[in-house]
């Protein structure tokens, strides 16, 4: 019988050959793959994700309070602009993504703190059948006051896995998982593909076989339904090509 602990291990940054990609696919757990869209292997990494049995998220650039424009990556929404601009773009992205059953934010410390444009993101999400995971890069974020508010799960980050990239510093968080798990039924945690990914799949890879007997890994799709009883649409690959 599996542990009625439950953790949610999104791992961020699919879509552009990072470091590690191959590494967090092969993990014996279910993931939940966080793809950037429009990037040269974000609909080849959806597809492999979905065909391993990972869910598949859409992980949607958004603008930040600080930080280099230049990491956003394409498609990425802004302040400054209209509410058109806003739902064109969540939608191309969300069509760009094949079998995505949700979305998170990258980066996004500005976007996530604005009404008026998450209101817009969520409300496309809702209609595709999406639900939105707030990665908490902003601690005064309204996301999920918002998602209350428009009847969808206010599912965010917990734990930063790999906000220092070592072994050892992956490794504590971890710990710090399965603690959080503990105490409140569930944890939802976020770690990278990139240039330390490597790094974090292997430190994930040592510490699961110790977790297992004390939490059971989902996807975030899964922990969705089982907490708000989310119906998510059906898995469909997207008709764009």
């Known amino acids: ?38 990037l040269p292997t974000s609909k080849a990494d959806a597809e492999l994700a979905h065909k391993q049995g990972h869910d598949v ?3 949607m650039p958004m603008e930040p309070k600080q930080g280099n ?7 990425a929404i802004t302040s400054n602009m209209s509410n058109e601009e806003i739902r064109q ?27 008026r444009i998450m209101s817009i993101v969520l409300e496309v ?21 918002l998602a209350v508010q428009m009847g969808m799960p206010p599912v965010a980050n917990n734990i930063f896995l790999d906000d220092r990239h070592t072994v050892s510093h992956v490794s504590k968080q971890m710990k710090a998982v399965e603690t959080w798990a503990s105490e409140h039924q569930n944890c939802v945690t976020i ?9 974090t799949a292997e430190a994930i890879r040592q510490s699961i076989t110790g977790m297992q007997n ?20 059906p898995i469909l690959p997207s008709n764009n090509n």
């Open 214 to 233: 004390s939490v059971s890994f989902v996807g975030i799709s899964d922990l969705v339904r089982d907490i708000w009883d989310w119906k998510p649409a």
């Open 1 to 38: 019988m599996k542990p009625d602990k439950k953790v949610a291990i999104i791992i961020d940054d699919f879509g552009n050959g990072q470091g590690g990609t191959e590494e967090m696919l092969s993990l014996p757990i279910k993931l939940t793959v966080a793809i950037m869209p429009f």
């Open 57 to 59: 998220i859409v992980h």
């Open 125 to 145: 999400c809702r209609e595709r059948g999406l639900f939105f995971v707030d990665s908490k890069t902003n601690y005064h974020s309204v996301v999920g006051k």
């Open 89 to 115: 773009r969540v939608e191309e992205a969300i069509d760009n993504v094949p079998y995505a059953v949700g979305m998170n934010n990258h980066m996004g410390s500005k976007i996530t703190g604005d009404e």
């Open 191 to 199: 770690g990278h593909v990139g240039v330390q990914g490597k790094k």
């Open 69 to 75: 424009p230049k990491w956003l990556g394409p498609g």
